[in-house]
């Protein structure tokens, strides 16, 4: 027997129902999970010209839940369904249920589920990643797949999906900036690599322009979603306060037509890693206003 048909036969062995008289103890959780997951890639997924499947992962933090809940929560109205994943972490420090109920979401994957990730990305249209924790982008960014986030995340942009990641707490550590500059700067790199894998990025705010924007250009939406685009400007000309903090992007310096190597943006504005190397690059200053 060569160490294929070996190997085989062991996960063939693994594969099967553990019986009551090899597994007397517990075998009712253990079918019970098995049920469920038949269950789940038995159901299909919704495929209406209104509807998004979208899995929600939550890694180990709990900073910030209430408003990604509530962001998520108003999502819906746009015709989006959700399941929902969770870390070792996340699974001990968030309630599972109530995240459930507040999303109304039809699944919920932990850890358990790591070996079933490929009938996992089949169901959904995308990942959003709310609280996303230093571990977890550093373990992206280095392509370390030790465990079921990590690996549903590398699997997911590997098969083409879209992936977006709140990068709040990986900016600012359990609200905290470093005041180590050197550690800083790593978290910089950490996040201008996840970029050029195709990660989009947020801080925070305006969830469901950037899930619209993400997601739905190409799909019928059951309502319109619009905000102002925030506007950059010159020297001498002042931004437009809308209540919402600007972002610069890569793309927002590349299409910068003007010939002027200054560029002001709000005081608050909030300037991605790419959009700095891509300004440093085209020799364009960017200026913050005073606040």
């Not at 996340?90 to 109920?101: E, M, S, T, V």
Request: hydrophobic fraction near 35%; charged fraction near 25%.
């Amino acid at each position: 027997m060569n160490k294929y048909d070996f190997t085989k036969g062991i996960l063939d062995q693994l594969g099967k129902p553990a019986s009551r008289k090899n597994n007397p103890k517990g075998s009712e959780n253990i079918n019970a999970q098995m049920d469920r997951w038949r269950e789940v890639v038995t159901q299909p997924k919704s495929n209406g010209p209104e509807e998004l499947n979208l899995l929600v992962v939550f890694t180990g933090t709990n900073i910030g839940i209430d408003k990604a809940l509530n962001e998520l929560r108003k999502s819906k109205k746009y015709g989006i369904n959700f399941d929902i994943a969770f870390s070792w972490n996340g699974k001990d420090i968030l309630d599972i249920k109530n995240i459930q109920n507040q999303l109304g979401a039809r699944n919920v994957f932990t850890e358990v589920d790591k070996g079933k990730i490929g009938p996992i990305l089949e169901r959904v249209d995308g990942i959003v990643v709310p609280m996303t924790t230093q571990n977890t982008t550093s373990k992206l960014s280095q392509g370390i797949l030790d465990d079921f986030v990590s690996t549903l995340l590398w699997e997911g942009l590997w098969r083409g999906k879209k992936v977006v990641l709140n990068l709040d707490s990986v900016v600012a550590y359990k609200g905290l900036r470093s005041k180590v500059p050197v550690m800083q700067q790593m978290v910089e790199e950490m996040i201008r690599k996840v970029e050029k894998m195709g990660v989009v990025t947020l801080y925070g705010q305006d969830y469901q322009k950037v899930l619209e924007e993400t997601f739905c250009k190409n799909k019928a939406m059951k309502a319109s979603y619009h905000t102002k685009e925030p506007g950059l400007s010159s020297p001498g000309q002042s931004s437009g306060k809308t209540g919402e903090k600007t972002i610069l992007t890569e793309k927002d310096i590349m299409n910068l037509n003007s010939p002027l190597k200054v560029l002001s943006v709000p005081f608050d504005a909030i300037i991605t890693p790419l959009a700095k190397d891509r300004a440093k690059a085209m020799g364009i200053e960017i200026k913050k206003e005073q606040g």
